[in-house]
């Protein structure tokens, strides 16, 4: 927990943890965009790294070791079922920065092996790029080497039992992915349904939407509420990290003494943590019937131990 607190503080103060969770709160398509993105960035680092070397590989062994490195790639997907171990831990970063290095090194690898191709089929890695662009990868896979070697009776029979098994890698590797997918779902509901990670879930939303935005949207859906017979919620409101009860109180003055105010507070530190704890001050405004104010309760995260 030291080293991950360490770590964030090494960017000018980021709060890595947040940039985690705010990446995990995107919508699906701007989280593939940006796993595209770093492995494309890989693959482009290799072609600049590699741009000289003159190693070659012909067309089977490059669909296995391409293909294998897509399975390897897409097996980092599965890391996501640990995010609300993560969180509760403080180091979501770390494991969204594990799958993004995954995502840079994949493309690194596919990069070196497009490059790899080029030289075999074209003399030069003037055609690597190829390699990055769907359907003209095609291209580079199947364009015959510049330099023939001469045909063993194995040859052909090697060259199927590769090809059937790149194949077999490819359908693999898209197998895993939707496996992921599922699996992080379900796990999703699962968590969804267990009160012990409603508080992870509630920070994810007050991290990527702002606290005041989700007081806003508590307050707007509170319905009155009869607390018994001489108190009524009336309303919610919600002014920035200001979430205020509003009730019309009959009784008397006395049963709003300091033993009700502990109890208020302590029953509030429980319950509405969650917000207390990311910095919202919880207040109870009690109204006699002419409107004129009986008493105020505010409960600062401080009353709580934030």
Known sequence: ???AIASRRVFMGANLEELAIRYLMLVAVWQKTIVISLTAAGFIMALVA????????????YFILATATILVVSTFSFAWLLTYKAMANGMLWLLTLLVFLGAVLGGHVLGALAHARSVNGYGSGKAA???MVPLLNLVLLFVEPVERAETRWAGPIVSFLGTMLGIALFFSSGFIQALSVMEVERLAHQAAMDPSFKDLGLKMLIVSQGLDVILAKDASTAKPIRIDNEMTLRQVQATGTHLRYIYEFTGSPDNLSGAYRQTLTRSNCIS????????????????????TEADLVTIPPSACGY
Request: no cysteine.
């Open 1 to 3: 927990m030291q080293f």
């Open 50 to 61: 590699y741009r000289n070397r003159s190693w070659s590989i012909r067309r089977v062994p």
């Open 129 to 131: 790029w190829l390699g």
């Open 272 to 291: 509405l943590h969650g917000y207390i704890e990311a910095g919202a001050t919880i207040e109870h405004q009690f109204l006699r019937p002419d409107g």
